[in-house]
T-cell receptor
């Protein structure tokens, strides 16, 4: 009963280094999301995907890239890490739900990745 | 303009008392959904309750209820009979439009339950 699994849980990088955060879900959800959480800012959407092979930008996409090659995985990449990207990163997934009308499908979150850029 | 406003950065409540966490939202879309999540000190995000814009009754889930006042654009979370384990950050979030659009989160309220 894994749900949403994020790898790694912690990482320290130097400015300019690159890395990839992995999100895997075993609930057969169509939608997946990447958020970042900073003190006093709540959660802000970086990128999201509505299905395999599709991605879209969220509120704060700059400096990040994503890929959804398989339905169960959603990767978040930092090509050249900057101190401003120090944050806690959350992945989430949800069912597609109904295409019209209210959608009561909640997002299920991973436990987060704490990333520090020095 | 902020889509979701949580005006209480921190709240204290006595154990076994009820507490209301405020949330106001801003949207011109007639179809939307409102969610509340709990984030304990361990960091995970836990879904608590959902209210749809077309729902006629306020949502309830165990000790959680949502005081939905559509005309005022407010969706306050009420926790009854507070427990020490309720101490956490609480986030209000909104989904605008039909279908499963991404959530927009408020900045959160930190609730501390006192014995």
């Amino acid at each position: 009963n894994a749900g949403v699994t994020q790898t790694p849980k912690f990482r320290v990088l130097k400015t300019g280094q690159s890395m990839t955060l992995l999100c895997a879900q075993d609930m057969n959800h169509e939608y997946m999301y990447w958020y970042r959480q900073d003190p006093g800012m709540g959660l802000r959407l970086i990128h999201y995907s509505v299905g395999e092979g599709t991605t879209a930008k969220g509120e704060v996409p700059d400096g990040y890239n994503v890929s959804r090659l398989k339905k169960q995985n959603f990767l978040l990449g930092l090509e050249s890490a900057a101190p401003s990207q120090t944050s806690v990163y959350f992945c989430a997934s949800s069912y597609r739900g109904y295409p019209t009308g209210d959608s009561n499908q909640p997002q299920h979150f991973g436990d987060g990745t704490r990333l520090s850029i020095l | 303009a902020q889509k979701i406003t949580q005006t209480q950065p921190g709240m204290f409540v006595q154990e076994k008392e009820a507490v209301t966490l405020d949330c106001t939202y801003d949207t011109s879309d007639p179809s939307y959904g409102l969610f509340w999540y709990k984030q304990p000190s361990s960091g995970e995000m836990i879904f608590l309750i959902y209210q749809g814009s077309y729902d006629q009754q306020n949502a309830t889930e165990g000790r959680y209820s949502l005081n939905f006042q559509k005309a005022r654009k407010s969706a306050n979370l009420v926790i009854s009979a507070s427990q020490l384990g309720d101490s956490a950050m609480y986030f209000c979030a909104m989904r605008e439009g039909p279908g499963n659009t991404p959530l927009v989160f408020g900045k959160g309220t930190r609730l501390s339950v006192i014995a």
